[in-house]
């Protein structure tokens, strides 16, 4: 079980947990709470059941709230989670290359997903989550954020599980470092291992489990199409070099374009 500090379960979490693992007799099964809010003066849980239960993936390699998510979690908000030891040692557990903070729920949760796991969320465990409040000291930032090291973690995560993908999310400025930069981000050796261990599936497989997330918010389009040039019968393409990254030129056309 991993939890926060700044948290406080509600009784009977732990059984919860158990239940939920045991459900399908699976050890690749982890689970999440629902993460209710805390009253940091009086370490008291605040509100009812309502709270987050999962986000999902952007794609800049950030992760949002999803509400009414069901059963399943597509994206663990990290923090708060339990899996069978057997599972954590079978997936390599945490990516030694990352630092600090920040990236790790988005490697493990594709980790599990994609190399044959599963994340849902536990009916019946709540855990209180301190939130911070500008209005109130007690939840002040007592530490810097390494924001270089955050990057890197999600560069990281992006280029171990996004395949083709990584492209994508390489192009918002956030990854500047290392796509203008020159920046390193560090030996990705230990991924191929859990993947060739556990015969992981691609990037894809991850998209359409979760289609319904992705195309009911627009990150996936409904329809893709290009547009030809009637006398050449080519399409135009971005074609990206360093001078110039949104340079449009006429390429042949990728797939039917009748």
């Not at 009784?11 to 099964?29: C, P, S």
């Not at 390599?92 to 599963?118: F, H, P």
């Not at 993947?195 to 894809?204: I, M, N, Q, S, V």
């Not at 019968?233 to 074609?239: D, I, R």
């Amino acid at each position: 079980v991993f939890f926060d500090c700044h948290v406080s379960p509600r009784v009977g979490w732990e059984q919860a947990f158990l239940k939920q693992m045991q459900r399908k007799g699976d050890h690749r099964t982890i689970v999440v709470p629902t993460i209710t809010s805390l009253n940091p003066d009086t370490w008291k849980e605040l509100g009812g059941n309502a709270g987050g239960k999962t986000c999902f993936i952007l794609w800049n390699n950030d992760f949002t709230w999803l509400y009414n998510p069901g059963r399943d979690a597509p994206l663990m908000s990290g923090g708060l989670l339990a899996l069978s030891r057997r599972w954590w040692e079978e997936t390599g557990g945490y990516d030694t290359n990352m630092v600090a903070w920040g990236g790790e729920n988005i490697d493990q949760s594709l980790r599990s997903w994609l190399c044959g796991g599963r994340i849902e969320v536990a009916d019946g465990a709540y855990v209180a989550h301190m939130w911070r409040d500008p209005k109130n000291p007690k939840t002040t930032l007592r530490y810097p954020i390494p924001t270089r090291d955050v990057m890197r973690n999600k560069a990281r995560a992006a280029t171990a599980w996004f395949g083709e993908f990584v492209e994508k999310v390489m192009t918002f400025p956030e990854y500047e470092m290392f796509t203008k930069n020159g920046e390193s981000i560090g030996d990705m050796r230990g991924f191929q291992t859990v993947k060739d261990r556990l015969g992981c599936a691609p990037f894809t497989s991850y998209l359409d489990r979760f289609s319904y997330i992705y195309l009911d918010g627009g990150l996936i389009p409904d329809h893709v199409f290009q547009l030809r040039e009637q006398k050449t019968g080519l399409c135009m393409q971005v074609k990206r070099n360093d001078r110039q990254p949104h340079n449009v030129v006429l390429a042949a056309c990728a797939g039917p374009h009748e």
